[in-house]
C-alpha cells in the first residue's frame, strides 16, 4: 500500500501518468495511505418500485426498461443537499477523476464514520491499473434515519497498491 | 407562473431565466393590479368613458400576451446537459463585457448562433406605456438579460461554440460604452474610418453613373452600409479572437469548410451584410499569426528556464505546428482578387488593426490573451499527453529527479488556506478548449487526406474527419467538456470555501 509520501510524490511527477484531478483541498483529503474522494454532482436515483417488479438479468429488454422507469438522473450543483432515506439507494461518482499508471491499482471503500450513520458506499471497490474515469460509488442508507449529503463533500476514500510482476 | 419557478427554483445555472421570471412577475402583478384600479373606477364613469378604458384595456393586454409569448420560449426551452459545465465560464465572460447583464442559452432549430439584445427592454417599454414608471424603474433595477441561441444540432460540440464568441463580440459593438475614450469607442471608431473613405466612395459612384444621379445617390447610400456592415462583421471577428483565442479562427475554418460555399461560387459572391468568408478568414489567419507569434515569444523569454519543451507537453511544438496550420489554411483559401475590394480594403484593415491594438481596453477582463494562452498551454499539453483532463494546474508537479524527498506535507491549521498556498489552480476554461482542440488538430488526427470534390485545391491540412460525427470528434468533445467541468467545480469549491465547510466536517464531529 502505497503511504501518503509515495503517492504524493507521484502526483507530483510531472512524467507520471498518476492522476486524481481536481484536488479540492489535500490538506483534508490526503490521509496516511489514503485519498479521501468527493460526492460529484451527478446522481442516479432509485425510485421505490411500485406494483410486482423485479429486476430479471434473464431478461434483458425488460431489464432495460424497468430501469429507465426505475432509474432519474438527477444532476445537483456544488454545495446543494441530497436527502438519502431509510432503505432508499442511489448511483453516484466521485467529483475528483481518476487515472492509474500500469504499476497501480486502487481500491475505493467508504469512510468509516459514514458507515456508523448507516451510510454504505461502494460495492465496486477494486480499481484495475490503467484506470482512467470517476468511481462509481452505490450509496444505500441502511439506516432508519434520513441522511443528508452535500456535493462535494468527502465520502469514500482511496488506498492504493503497487503492481509487480 | 408558479410551475415555471418551480421548474427551475434550485437551477443555479439558469439565471437568465430567473431574472426573465422575476420581471414577467413583477409586470403581472402590476398589470393585475391596474386591472382591479380600474375595475373599482369602471363605475364612477360615463358610457363612453367606460369604453375607452375597456378599449385600452385589451390593446395594454394584447401587447402584455405578445411579449410574455417571447418570454415564454426563453424560459421554456432550456439547455441540455451537455451545454451544462459551459454555463459559468460563458456568463463570467458575458458579465465582464456586459456588466448587470444575465444570459439565456437557448438551443435553436436553426443552424446559426444568434444574440438577442435585452429583454427586459421589452416589459420596460410595456410599462412606460401604461403609465407604470413605478414598475419601469423596478424593471431597471434588474440585470439586462441577453438571449444566446445556439444549433440544437451542435449542442455537445463544444468546439464550434466558438461562434458564441463572435455573437457576444456583436453585443459588445452595439452596445459601446459612453464613457470610454472615443479612441475605443466602437462607433466613433467605425465613424472615423468611414468619413476616411466617403470622399473616394462618392467619387467611385458618381463617375460609374454620370447620367443618373439619383441611382449614384442610391448606390452611394447602399455602398456606404455595406461598408458599415462589413466593418461590423470583421470588427466581431477581430474581438472574437482577442474573447476566446485561436479556437474562434479554427470553429470558423471548419464552418467553411463544411459549407464549402465558394467553391459552388467561383465568383465570390459577396453579400451586402457580410463579406465573403474567405475574406474574412485570411483576415483573422493573420490575427492568429500574430496570437501564436505573441505566444512564442513568450515561450523563448522561458527559453534559459530548466523545462525543457518535452516536459512542457510539447507546448512550444504546438504553438509552431499552430502557426503552421495557419498559414496552410490560409493558402487553402480562395483568393479575393484586391482589386475588386480595393476601397474595402482602405476602409477596413486599418480599422481592424486599430481594435486588435485596444481589444484589452474594450473587453476589459473578458480579454483572453496570448501571454495567458502560453502560461495554460504547458500544463494542458502536458496533461493530455498523460492522458489526465486538464483540470487544474499544480505548480509544485515537477520532474522526478528534482521533486524533493518528502514534496508536501499537510498543513495542521486549515484557516490558513488561501488560494495563493493552494495544492492547484483551475485552468482557464478556454486555455483548456484551446489547448485541446490544437492538441486534437495536430496530435491526435493527423491523417493529412480529406476527400472532396474541390478538384486540385484540396484543403490538404485539414483532419480528415474535422466535422464529421466521428469517434475522435466525439471524444475530443467530451474530454473537453469533462476538463471544463472539473476545472469549474474546482474553482467554485475555491469561491465558496467558507460556505462550503459542512462539507468537510461531518461526519469528522461522530468519528
Known sequence: MLSRDAYTRLLLDANSDFAITPLIDPDTQFGLASVDLRLGPDLVITRRATGVVAYDPGDAEAIQDDLERYQTYVRRPFGSRFYLHPGEFAIARTLEFLSLPTTLSGEAMGRSSWGRLGLVIATATFIQPEFEGTITLELANLGTVPIVLYVGMRLAQVAFHEVTD | ?511
Open chain 2, 1 to 511: 407562473m408558479a410551475a415555471a419557478r418551480r421548474q427551475v427554483a434550485d437551477r443555479e445555472n439558469l439565471p437568465g431565466v430567473n431574472a426573465l421570471l422575476d420581471a414577467l412577475s413583477r409586470t403581472l402583478a402590476a398589470a393585475s393590479e391596474q386591472r382591479r384600479a380600474e375595475g373599482t373606477q369602471l363605475q364612477s364613469l360615463s358610457a363612453d368613458e367606460q369604453n375607452d378604458l375597456a378599449e385600452n384595456a385589451t390593446i395594454s393586454q394584447g401587447q402584455l400576451q405578445d411579449t410574455l409569448g417571447v418570454y415564454l420560449s426563453a424560459i421554456g426551452i432550456t439547455h441540455g446537459n451537455d451545454f451544462d459545465m459551459l454555463i459559468r465560464p460563458l456568463r463570467r465572460m458575458v458579465k465582464a463585457v456586459v456588466p448587470d447583464s444575465e444570459v439565456v442559452f437557448q438551443p435553436s432549430e436553426d443552424y446559426y448562433y444568434r444574440a438577442s439584445l435585452d429583454l427586459i427592454q421589452v416589459l420596460e417599454a410595456w410599462a412606460i406605456n401604461n403609465g407604470l414608471e413605478d414598475v419601469h424603474d423596478d424593471l431597471r433595477s434588474l440585470p439586462r438579460v441577453i438571449v444566446i441561441e445556439y444549433p440544437a444540432i451542435s449542442e455537445s460540440d463544444v468546439l464550434q461554440h466558438a461562434h458564441i464568441g463572435h455573437e457576444l463580440s456583436h453585443l459588445i459593438l452595439n452596445q459601446p460604452d459612453p464613457d470610454a475614450p472615443d479612441k475605443v469607442r466602437s462607433d466613433a471608431l467605425f465613424e472615423r474610418h468611414l468619413l476616411s473613405v466617403e470622399d473616394d466612395l462618392k467619387r467611385t459612384r458618381r463617375a460609374h453613373l454620370k447620367n443618373a444621379p439619383q441611382k449614384a445617390r442610391d448606390a452611394y447610400a447602399y455602398d456606404r452600409e455595406r461598408f458599415g456592415k462589413w466593418l461590423l462583421e470583421f470588427s466581431v471577428d477581430a474581438l472574437a479572437l482577442h474573447l476566446v483565442g485561436p479556437w474562434f479562427f479554427f470553429a470558423l475554418t471548419e464552418f467553411a469548410h463544411v459549407d464549402g460555399n465558394w467553391h459552388t461560387h467561383p465568383e465570390l459572391r459577396q453579400q451586402a451584410t457580410h463579406p465573403h468568408l474567405a475574406w474574412r478568414l485570411a483576415h483573422l489567419a493573420d490575427a492568429t499569426r500574430v496570437y501564436f507569434r505573441v505566444a512564442a515569444a513568450e515561450a523563448e523569454l522561458d527559453a534559459d528556464e530548466r523545462l525543457d519543451d518535452e516536459e512542457r507537453g510539447g507546448a512550444l511544438g504546438l504553438v509552431r505546428e499552430g502557426l503552421g496550420l495557419v498559414k496552410r489554411i490560409k493558402r487553402w483559401l480562395p483568393t479575393i482578387p484586391k482589386a475588386e475590394i480595393a476601397l474595402e480594403r482602405r476602409l477596413i484593415d486599418p480599422a481592424v488593426a486599430e481594435l486588435h491594438a485596444n481589444a484589452g481596453t474594450i473587453l476589459k477582463g473578458a480579454r483572453y490573451s496570448p501571454e495567458q494562452f502560453w502560461i495554460d498551454l504547458a500544463p494542458v499539453a502536458q496533461k493530455l499527453k498523460a492522458g489526465i483532463p486538464p483540470a487544474e494546474r499544480i505548480d509544485s508537479r515537477r520532474r522526478r529527479d528534482v521533486i524533493e524527498d518528502v514534496p508536501w506535507q499537510p498543513r495542521e491549521d486549515h484557516v490558513a488556506w488561501s488560494r495563493d498556498t493552494a495544492w492547484s489552480s483551475p485552468l482557464d476554461w478556454r486555455s483548456i478548449v484551446n489547448g485541446s482542440y490544437l492538441h486534437w488538430l495536430l496530435r491526435e488526427d493527423p491523417s493529412p487526406a480529406i476527400a472532396n470534390d474541390w478538384g486540385s485545391e484540396s484543403p490538404v491540412f485539414l483532419p480528415k474527419e474535422m466535422r464529421e460525427a466521428s469517434d475522435s470528434r466525439r471524444d475530443i468533445n467530451a474530454a473537453v467538456r469533462g476538463s471544463v467541468e472539473l476545472s469549474e467545480l474546482l474553482l467554485l469549491a475555491h469561491e465558496r470555501r467558507e460556505d462550503s465547510l459542512p462539507l468537510e466536517r461531518p461526519p469528522h464531529a461522530l468519528a
